[in-house]
Every structure is written in C-alpha cells, then in structure tokens.
C-alpha cells in the first residue's frame, strides 16, 4: 500500500507542485492544508505516514504546526518545506520534532530522498 | 516535468500576492506602525519568491529576496519605515508587477533589474550598518586545550572510546549550518561532543567549507555511531577514527595547544597548515578617537620638552612631568578598555543550551541572566565558557531536582538557574546559583574517604566550608556515568584548574535542599593583576593576590621541624613552610638574616603553604610582561613587571613553583 | 665577492665581531634582574623602554674569565628571529667593512669556544673572531 501525505503549504501553487513529484512516485497525497491550524486538524482526521510542511503559513505557522502534531502523535514523521534564510526557523522545527527538511526551490530527487529518509 | 503545466497556476497566485504587496505596502503608509501589514507584505515577498525561484524565473526571486532582506530589517525594528522606504518598495512591486506581465505575455521575464538591485543595496549599506569583520581561516587542525586534555584522559582512564568524526556535507546542500545543527544532535544522544573543527559558533555561522570535525566521547561503537549520522540527510561520515592516547606531557611543555597526530586516517590533519585565525577585537570607534587624543596630548608634550630642553625652565618641566604621568595613565585605562569585550558574547549560546538539557532531563528550568553587558578581557572571555557550561549542566543535572521531586518538596516545579555577572573592583564576578537540592555534606564527605581524598582524621577538623570544597578536589566526582549530562565522568577539579589558570578562583555555597551557589571571581584583565610586593634578601618578587590567603609575621624561634619539613602552627592548625631564598636560590641571604621573617599564605591545589619572605613591601597593580621568547618556561616564574622606578621585578607562579 | 659590515667588540683578550644586521643597539649596562632557575649564563631582564629583554653573560657562555665592569661595559641588544636578547661586552671598538675574501673559517681542535665561531676575519693586522650567534643563543635548542 503506498504511503499516505498530508501536504502543507500556504501557496496552491507549491502544493500542487509537491502533490505532482509524489503522486509520479507511488506516493498518495490523502490531504493538503493552507495552514498550520487547519493541517492539524487535518492530521487527526487523516493520519498520514508523513507531513511536508511550509513554514511562514498564515493562521499557525510550520513550527506551531510541528508542536501541535507532535502532542497528537509523538512518532508524527514531519518534513519541513523552508525557504532560503530560513535557518534558525528550521533549527526551531527540528527541534520541534521535525525529521529533515527541504529548502525551495527544490528538486524532485531531494523531495524523493528526503520522504524516503524520514519514512525509513 | 515541464514547468508549464503550472504556468497558469502561478501568474494567477503570482498576482494575488502582488495585489496583496500593494495594498498592504498602502496600509503601512497610512499607519508606519502596522506591524500586521509588515507581516503581510513579508509573507506575500517570501511566497513569491519561493514560487517564482521553482519555476525557475529567477530575476523575480532574486528582488524579492532582496526585498526581504529589507522587509525582515523592518519586522524586527532595526529600520524605520520613511517616505524613501515606500518609495522603493512601490518601484519593487512595480517591477515584479511588469515582469510577471512579461512571463505572462512571452513566458520571459525580460526585465533589468540590476538598477533597483543597487537601489536596494545602496539603502541597505546606508540605513543598516553592514559589519563583515571576521576573519575566516580554512584550518583543519584539531588543537586542544588544556581543558580538553584533561577531559579526554579521565574518559580514557574510565574506557570510553573517543573518536575523532569526519563529516562531510552534501555540496548542494543550501542551509550547511542545519545540517551540521543536526549532526551535532544526533551525537550529542550517543555521548559527548568535547570539541569540533572549525569551533560550533563558525560551523552554526556557517563558516566552513564542506566538513568539519568533530570529537566525541562515547561508549558506542563506530558502527553505531555511523548508522545514526548516515540517516541524515545530505550527510555523509567521511572518517571515524579513534583519537590516540595523548602522551601525558607536563602542562608547561603542552603549553595551550597540541596537535593530535595520530588520528590514523585524516591526510588532511596531517598536511594541515595551521592558519591559525588570529584573534581580534571589535572596537568602539570611540575609544578609538580617545586613544588619538591622547596620543595628540603626548605630542604636545613631547614638543614641550624640547623647549624646557632650550630654556632650561625646570618649573615647567614638572609641570609637563605631570602631565605625561597623566595621559599615560589614560592611555592604559583605554587601551585596556579596548581588550575588553562583553561576557554576553558567552552567555548567548546558554538560553539554547539550557533548554535542550532541560528537556532530555524532562526537568523545567527558568534561566535567568543578570549583567550580559559585562566587560571582561577578551582573552580572558575566549577561556571562560567550557568551565561556566561545566557549572551550568553540573546545576541542571545535579543541582535541580525532577518534576516529581520539587513536588514532593513543595518546591515550585519551574527550577530556577540564575547566571549573572559583575563589576566589583578589579574583579569580575560570575554566579551561577540554583535553588535545586543543594550540595548533600554527608555524601561528599563518604565520597571524599572512599576516594581516599582525604582520612578521617583530617575529616575531623574540617569545618562546613570546606567539606563542601572537598568536590573541587582531584578525582572526586559525583558523576558515575558518563553519559551524565554534567558528566564526561570529569570532576570540578578541571572548572578550579582552569579558572585558576586564569588567576580567579571558584567557590560554592550550599544550603541543602534549597539549591547551590557557585562564585567565580576574576581578574579584570589578565594584562593587569594586583600582586604582593615582597622582598626575599635583596631581590624584590611580585606574588598575584589571587593565590594569597593572609599574611603574617614569624620569629625565627616560632619555625619548628616536623620529619625536615619547616612548620608553624597558625591558629591551631599546622602550616607547611616554604622558604623563598630557598627555593628562588637567592644568593647572598647571609646578610639578610634576621629574627623576624613575614610569612605569605598561598593556595596551592586546595592545600595552604606559607611562604617565608624578608619583608612585605605592599599591595600593587602590576602590568604583566612576558620574559620573551628566550626565557620562556621557567618554573616558578609567571612573568615579569616593570616597577615604578624602572627596575623589573619577577612575577611568581604558586602553581609551579614548588 | 662582497663584502659584509660588521661590530667589533672586546672581550677579554680577544677581539670579536657579529654582524650588524643581527644588532638591534648598543646601550650602557642598566639594572638587571636575576633570574633564578636558569642556565649560569643568563644574566638576567632588564627594562629596554618599557620591553622586557633579557641579558646573556657573554663572558659565561664563552667561558672566559669574569665580566670586567668598566665604563667601558656595554650591552649589544641582538635581534635574531623573533628573539629579543642583550649580551654583555667590555667594550664595543668600531663597525668594519669586512672582505668576505678576508674571512677564513680555521678548524678550531680544541678551543673552548671554537663552537661559537663561525669564522674569523682579518682586519689590518688585526683577527676578529666572528661570532655565530645562533649558536651562542642556542637557538637550535629553543626551536
């Protein structure tokens, strides 16, 4: 059965991006969120074996979201999307419990090797 | 996977964010101190950014990157939103505005963007003052200091592996710090990070080329160790190698740094010159401008004097006399003053760490920092933190007690660790205090005889004070294991060492069950110390104040004989002697024989020795200059001192000089 | 050939010379400061202008009799490397301008300073014994 992803990102546009590398590779994107409140909820609802997750987001951001999930479901396997500069923001996520990250633009085999990392 | 099957998609959200941009670029205007249209425009610049850099458009990611740069000054404060500001931002999103059209229309950005880039570049360099001033070194040695030594030969002495980790980071890999943030993560689980190559504050700057070294104590295997890095992404394990037996050299022949030759695999360590990054200091341009004035001053003089030469005009001679005695007082009180560099320098990396630690414990702590604008020397700051982190996760492991156990107590649950730092006369003073369990008297005092530190005998005549001080012995350690946060299995005989190498001294005060206090005192600068003139026959020798406990005077009758050691007993207790003329060979001490001798108790390695001198000539400041290069290393001698009357006046080393 | 400027100084009996790019200045003796724990030879430190620099009894490393204080007496401060030291002398004579041609390097058999010497230079009717001041120094040692 192919691994399931909830994928969160502010952008349509980067959503739609990520969904298309995965779902090409065996991988079904059960869920997407614009935001870090509502991928929470979404999470609960969809129990998915990985996130990617934006970080600057609206309403709650990557780094909240991350807390959040990590309360719900402490093995919660996340990957962070960060932007260029964005480095003590991804510290904060992997502290948070974040498993690796990725930063845009980026490269489908990065997304590829990063996804099979953290679910390995 | 072609780019324009998201073509559409993106000039519709591309546009969205612009029409954001411009209303909340309006807003700002309206009201400078919207700190949410701020945010908005931030958001809007970086989602674009993010989009147009996948979709390869690179010129519009280049602007809004730059405009973030300027955007993030603004957030936190550090720039003012002014008329000019609005300007350029309104020309930014103009520009974004023409080339989104421009992808639009003929799928190019077709767009020079090189002039509003020096536009932004110009407002950055005038408005934000840009400081670049570290010097960078490619350096692939691995040098320890004394500190570490010390460290790795108890872990060696308790069978623990230490390896020297060679990891290289992914050459595409755009945020190296990160990843090097989670290396040092992943092994900080498995054991003890003592030292990496370059220092972890150039690897988190992200000051390193592609790899770095790290040093870890653990009792794992390299296998293990491996199979933890390689999950990491991005990273790869060049070389894990054990760290050979560092021969047991005197620490004057190691002096501060040793290189590390045997770590069989490394090439690089090997051929590594050592561009040794030199040490620098910023400086306030004002005390730079004080310094020329004075310097200005001492012209002035100078030109004076050679008429008082002419004119033979001694009444202003000591007129001018005075005055250079004067300006060169300034002029040392300011050079000084340029040595000196704020101690936050140090305390800013321990918010992070305490709260790691606090965490892998499931302890709470509240961390509080008093008097990060300290000044202390630069050599002295560069000295100063192993031994405070030391202290700080001794408190966090040893001091605070769990969630569970404060409850019991009644004890709030948040434990408290306070570190501050102060002023107090030619001192400087550094407390770290905690109001955890306090320091258990009984269990030192087991430890110390079951160590053999000390009998019980001497047990018996110990009063509170220094029992407690007992933990500052060589070889007693409360840690058991090393993976004990505070542990490395190392006692706080290496914190004492160290920060008497420094010419301080560390105390700690305890009450048990209400926490711990831990004082650190030392010297303002390690340039300047106050010393005790004394007079040993006719040579005059300079003894630092920091080793001295008291003095006092002696009859020649009073010194008795114990198995040929000279002793004296000084309020009750029996005082080992030392004689200076003795050990300092002084010739000719015939002439100075005489009933009454002065005594000068020092510390030495938790153990009081008076010292026997001729005569106590007084308290000084005394500016310590080294013997050169030639001399080098002689035992017992710290130094020399010009005196006011021009002589040079030796400066002892308690530590070796017996 | 060319040739080489040097200091020519007494010491004792004899005449020696060292180079003057090794010669930092000549001062009259000033106060020194013993140093204990240290080889016979070192004299002591003294106060160069606020720099410390200590002092080598030429005398003593040479082997020659007692240092002979005059007003004469004088300390040449070397500049050798990064090494800062004075050595002490009975008197300083001239600066010559020595032929290398002049110099010749004799094998010394069992001379007590022939170790310290690199060569030795004729000068009108003159020897001057040319000091190897690495070697007086025991530079090789410190390094």
């Not at chain 2, 690897?203 to 794992?220: A, N, S």
């Amino acid at each position: 059965m192919a691994y399931k992803v909830l994928v969160v990102d502010d952008a349509g546009f980067m959503r739609m991006m990520i969904k298309d590398i995965l779902s090409k590779n065996g991988y079904q994107v059960v869920g997407e969120a614009e935001n870090g409140q509502k991928a929470v909820k979404k999470y609960q609802e969809l129990k998915p074996d990985i996130v990617t997750m934006d970080i600057t987001m609206p309403e709650l951001d990557g780094i909240g979201a991350v807390k959040e999930i990590k309360k719900i479901d402490p093995n919660a396997r996340i990957l962070m999307c960060s932007a260029m500069g964005q480095q003590a923001m991804v510290i904060d996520a992997i502290q948070a419990g974040a498993k690796d990250f990725i930063v845009k633009p980026f490269k489908p085999e990065r997304v590829l090797e990063a996804v099979t990392k953290a679910l390995a | 996977m072609s780019v324009n099957e998201y073509l559409n998609l993106f000039l519709e959200e591309a546009r969205e964010h612009l029409q954001i941009l411009n209303d909340e670029l309006l807003k700002l205007e309206q009201n400078p101190a919207d700190k949410g249209a701020v945010d908005e425009i931030f958001r809007a610049a970086h989602t674009l950014k993010g989009m147009s850099a996948t979709m390869g458009y690179e010129k519009i990611a280049e602007l809004t990157h730059k405009m973030e740069n300027i955007l993030d000054e603004l957030r936190e404060s550090k720039i003012v939103f002014s008329e000019n500001l609005s300007e350029l931002l309104f020309k930014c999103v103009d520009a974004l505005e023409t080339m989104v059209e421009n992808v639009a229309t003929e799928n190019s950005e077709k767009f020079n963007i090189s002039g509003i880039l020096n536009d932004l570049k110009n407002f950055n360099q005038k408005d934000i003052g840009i400081t670049q001033n570290h010097e960078m070194g490619v350096n692939n040695k691995l040098e320890l200091n004394d500190y570490d030594h010390n460290l790795i030969k108890v872990a060696q002495e308790r069978n623990f592996n230490i390896y020297e980790i060679k990891v290289e980071i992914a050459p595409e890999c755009v945020m190296k710090s990160v990843r090097a943030f989670m290396v040092f993560n992943s092994l900080e689980k498995l054991g003890e990070v003592v030292k990496s190559v370059p220092p972890v504050q150039d690897i988190e700057d992200e000051k390193f080329e592609k790899d770095f070294i790290v040093v870890l104590i653990t009792d794992k295997t390299q296998n293990e160790i491996a199979k933890v890095l390689n999950q990491i992404s991005e990273v790869e394990v060049k070389e894990i190698g054990s760290l050979g037996l560092i021969n047991g050299s005197t620490p004057q022949e190691t002096n501060s740094v040793q290189e590390i030759s045997s770590f069989s695999k490394t090439e690089d360590a090997k051929k590594g010159i050592n561009n040794k990054i030199s040490q620098t200091v910023r400086v306030d341009i004002s005390k730079l401008d004080k310094l020329m004035n004075l310097v200005g001053e001492l012209v002035i003089n100078k030109t004076r004097l050679e008429q008082i030469f002419r004119t033979n005009d001694l009444s202003a001679l000591n007129e001018t006399a005075e005055q250079i005695d004067r300006i060169s007082a300034d002029l040392q009180t300011v050079v000084m003053d340029v040595r000196m560099v704020p101690i936050e320098q140090v305390f800013n990396r321990f918010p992070r760490m305490v709260r790691d630690l606090a965490k892998e414990l499931g302890k709470e702590i509240n961390l509080i920092m008093e008097g990060k604008e300290t000044e202390l020397d630069r050599t002295v700051i560069d000295e100063i933190a192993d031994p405070l982190v030391h202290l700080i996760r001794n408190s966090i492991d040893h001091g605070i007690e769990s969630l569970e156990e404060r409850r019991k107590k009644g004890k709030p649950a948040q434990g408290t660790l306070r570190l501050s730092a102060k002023q107090e006369g030619n001192s400087i003073i550094i407390l770290v205090e905690d109001d955890g369990q306090g320091i258990n008297l009984e269990k030192v005092k087991s430890k110390a005889l079951e160590k053999g530190i000390i009998t019980t005998n001497q047990l018996e005549q110990m009063d509170e004070n220094s029992i407690v001080d007992l933990i500052f012995s060589p070889g007693f350690s409360t840690a058991s294991q090393i993976t004990d946060i505070s542990g490395r299995g190392v006692g706080l005989d290496v914190v004492r060492s160290k920060i008497q190498s420094l010419k301080g001294n560390v105390a700690v005060e305890s009450k048990e069950g209400q926490g711990s206090k831990f004082t650190i005192k030392l010297p303002l600068t390690l340039a300047i110390i106050q010393a005790l003139m004394v007079k040993v026959g006719p040579e005059i020798y300079a003894i630092p104040l920091a080793n001295i406990n008291e003095t006092t005077s002696i009859n020649l009758n009073d010194i008795k004989k114990v198995q040929d050691q000279e002793v004296m007993v000084l309020r009750n207790h029996v005082l080992p002697l030392v004689r200076l003329a003795k050990v300092l060979e002084v010739p000719n001490m015939d002439n100075y024989e005489s009933e009454e001798l002065f005594v000068v108790v020092v510390r030495k390695n938790n153990k009081f020795i008076g010292l026997i001198v001729n005569e106590l000539i007084g308290q000084q400041e005394i500016v310590i200059s080294s013997l050169g290069k030639f001399l080098n290393g002689v035992p017992g001698i710290a130094g020399a001192a010009i005196l006011g009357d021009g002589t040079v006046s030796l400066i002892l080393d308690i530590g070796t000089l017996f | 050939m060319g040739e080489r400027q040097i200091i020519a100084f007494r010491l004792g009996q004899e005449e020696y010379a060292i180079n003057i790019h090794d010669v930092k200045e000549i001062i009259r003796p000033t106060a020194v400061t013993r140093v204990p724990r240290t080889q016979e030879y070192i004299k002591g430190v003294l106060n160069l202008r606020g720099v410390v620099v200590p002092v080598l009894n030429l005398h003593k490393r040479l082997g020659k009799s007692e240092e002979n204080i005059s007003s004469q007496s004088r300390f040449i401060i070397l500049n050798k490397g990064d090494i800062i030291i004075g050595i002490t002398v009975d008197n300083v004579t001239e600066v010559i301008r020595l032929r290398e041609e002049d110099i010749e390097v004799p094998e010394f058999t069992d001379e007590v300073d022939g170790e310290f010497i690199e060569g030795v230079g004729k000068y009108q009717d003159r020897l001057l014994l040319l000091l190897d001041i690495e070697k007086t120094l025991g530079m090789e040692k410190v390094k």
